[in-house]
């Protein structure tokens, strides 16, 4: 995970309540890629968040 994303939270708590271990596993992954996928662009990869903290 990078710097940008170590403060969000990948599996809220009421979510990870309802999943067994390899369902939090599965979900982490997910949303981590979803996340990365959101910060650096998403579909518009010139209003990218990563771009504008690195400069």
Do not use: C, F
């Amino acid at each position: 995970m990078s710097e940008a994303t170590e403060n969000i939270v990948l599996v809220p708590e009421p979510s990870a309540k309802h999943l067994n271990h390899r369902q939090r596993v599965s979900y982490r992954d997910h949303r981590s890629k979803l996340v990365d996928w959101m910060l650096s662009g998403g579909n518009d990869p010139n209003r990218s968040i990563r771009t504008t903290m690195r400069g």
